[in-house]
């Protein structure tokens, strides 16, 4: 076991208020893995890990377990999940050998133009009601998975999220607490109090909460596929409510939607092939921050060290300014994506890092010629998938349409108004993405499938578990529990400019000394006590032949196998 120590943070010039919230110190705390013969589930709520592992029990596959466990989150976890949200995966099909990518991202409205915007003198788009809302990819993505890799049906695959939803499930203390958040700020749209407060509150810790409203969506897209969702009276329903509350969001937008099949993308990072899904997501930037810390001893310098801290630091300023400047939607935009992955490329960008001093600012690099649910699980057939969902801002954008139990998505909000930006706004686009599932395969077989939610945490998520299980030989639940960093502030796709070097925010962990070192090479350094994302992960020992998963403490998920 490792041993516990407590550390007293001085409050430091420009540290604000450093307290133990967790128990970790110049070690920290951590749990045995999972390890099973047959299969695993990893989620971030365990009514959706238990109802993914009788669907494996019963004979289906990763992918059918996968969707029953995406459609019992919206159901249980609200606050980050839902068919009114976006859906992107990667898939290892044991039995062609291979990785798929799905991106399942809606697009904007087709006749919300951006003279709407420029007309109502908007700088940005807002993140809340009806201009910020995308169509909803979620319930196609289930249909394009399934009719590629699922065996069960799925009625038999919804049942459990239509079940939770007719009668009722316990809320969790996360859930409550992030329920009410959510509807302080949500509950002046219509619906949002009939659906999420019933008894005129939210619900509290261990309350069973029902929502029969989306218990009758479910039941409908069990008879009607994903023709009742985007071409029949789902459909409708949505679009009418869009247009009473003022809103671009139409028949004919749902009509076409369809999601698509990407090809993963990827790099090597000492001798491992990390895999993430082309723009219009930001999974680039984690590849591009291992390439530039490919270049350090990462191992020598040790976790939680200040070197490491600074170098990971800066990699990440480097790849975020390329992030804002150049993804985007490919069908509208030339994205250089092989360009922004070379060796070359990242050694150019390397070059830039001063190792003693912080910078407050680096200009993209020039090219020749943002709460969320991840989970992932693996089947006895040996399929895997890594899958992320999300409505975007944890209840998305307060549009609840009549009838229907849940809130469409606010993603447009991630567009940019900047004439000539990539991203700009445009209709019938889709925009940039900051929801990333991310895979780990060795000499082209599969290793490990993982994700890290929380917006423009999840590239820096994905980069502190790729190195701690790598560089500081980590097994896979200490990789996840193990105090991360998360750096905010870095120019944005939405056109918002970094300033200063922006800050960086440390989980309780961090040694003193490491700190002060830190705010002398300049950088600026806060506490926070959230905002580093929910991991899950799952890996195959090829020796042993069995599967291992963890599933951290930050939010309240759960790894389970059999």
């Known amino acids: 076991m490792r041993r516990i120590v407590c550390v007293a943070f001085a409050i ?33 709520q365990p009514l959706a890990t238990q109802a993914a592992l009788d669907i494996l ?32 995966a990667i898939i290892w099909s044991a039995d062609k050998g291979k990785l798929y990518g799905l991106n399942g991202s809606g697009r904007s409205p087709r006749s919300l133009k951006l003279d709407y915007f420029k007309q109502n003198r908007y700088e940005f788009i807002p993140s809340y009601g009806p ?21 069960m049906p799925m009625k038999d695959i919804l049942q459990p999220a239509i079940t939770y939803a007719r009668y009722g499930f316990p809320v969790t203390e996360v859930i409550a607490f992030a329920l009410k958040q959510g509807t302080d700020i949500l509950k002046q749209y219509p619906n949002i109090k009939e659906v999420y ?9 261990g309350q069973i909460f029902r929502n029969p409203l989306l218990a009758n969506t479910l039941e409908k897209i069990v008879r009607g596929g994903r023709y009742e969702f985007y071409k029949g009276s789902i459909a409708k329903d949505i679009a009418a409510f869009m247009k009473q509350q003022g809103g671009f969001l139409s028949y004919d937008d749902m009509f ?13 990072y000492r001798g491992y092939e990390v895999w993430e899904l082309p723009p219009n997501g930001q999974g680039i930037a984690a590849l591009q921050m291992l390439n530039i810390l490919e270049g350090f001893d990462i191992s020598a310098m040790g976790f939680g060290s200040a070197e490491y801290i600074h170098v990971f630091t800066e990699a990440k300023k480097l790849a975020f300014e390329d992030r804002a400047k150049y993804y985007a939607d490919p069908l509208f935009s030339k994205i250089p994506v092989s360009q922004l992955l070379s060796k070359k490329y990242a050694a150019e960008r390397r ?7 912080a910078a407050k600012i680096y200009d993209p690099g020039i090219i020749e010629g943002g709460n969320t649910i991840y989970l992932t699980v693996a089947d006895k057939y040996g399929n895997m998938v890594s899958l992320i969902q999300s409505n975007y801002r944890g209840m998305g954008s307060g549009m609840c349409p009549t009838g229907l139990g849940f809130v469409l998505q606010d993603r447009g909000e991630m567009f940019s108004l900047e004439e000539g930006h990539n991203n700009m706004y445009a209709p019938g686009k889709r925009p940039f993405h900051t929801i990333i599932p991310a895979f780990i395969t060795k000499n082209k077989k599969p290793w490990i499938s993982f994700g890290v939610m929380g917006g423009d945490m999840q590239p820096q998520g994905h980069v502190q578990i790729v190195v701690n299980l790598i560089d500081f030989k980590m097994n896979l639940q200490e990789a996840g529990d193990a105090p991360r960093m998360h750096h905010i502030g870095s120019s944005e796709p939405t056109g918002q400019q970094m300033t200063n070097g922006g800050i960086l925010l440390l989980e309780s962990g961090f040694r003193t000394e490491v700190i002060q070192k830190l705010m002398s090479m300049g950088h600026v350094i806060q506490w926070d006590l959230g905002g580093y994302g929910g991991y899950q992960a799952i890996m195959w020992d090829d020796k042993n032949k069995v599967w291992f998963g963890a599933s951290e403490s930050r939010k309240d998920g759960q790894a389970s196998g059999y």
Do not use: Y
């Open 12 to 44: 430091l010039a420009n540290v604000v208020a450093f307290s133990q919230d967790r128990i970790t110190g110049h070690d920290f705390a951590t749990r045995s893995e999972v390890i099973a013969c047959n299969g695993m589930v990893a989620t971030s």
């Open 57 to 88: 029990k019963k004979g289906g596959t990763a992918i059918d377990a996968a969707i029953a466990a995406d459609a019992v989150l919206g159901v249980v976890e609200p606050t980050g999940a839902g068919i009114g949200g976006d859906i992107f």
């Open 131 to 151: 201009l910020p809302v995308s169509v909803p990819g979620c319930v196609d993505g289930w249909f394009e998975m399934h009719d590629m890799f699922g065996r």
């Open 197 to 205: 407060m019933p008894s005129g509150k939210t619900p509290t810790k």
């Open 256 to 268: 076409r939607h369809h999601s698509e099949w990407v090809e993963p993308i990827s790099t090597t």
């Open 351 to 357: 070059k830039l890092i001063d190792k003693d001093k």
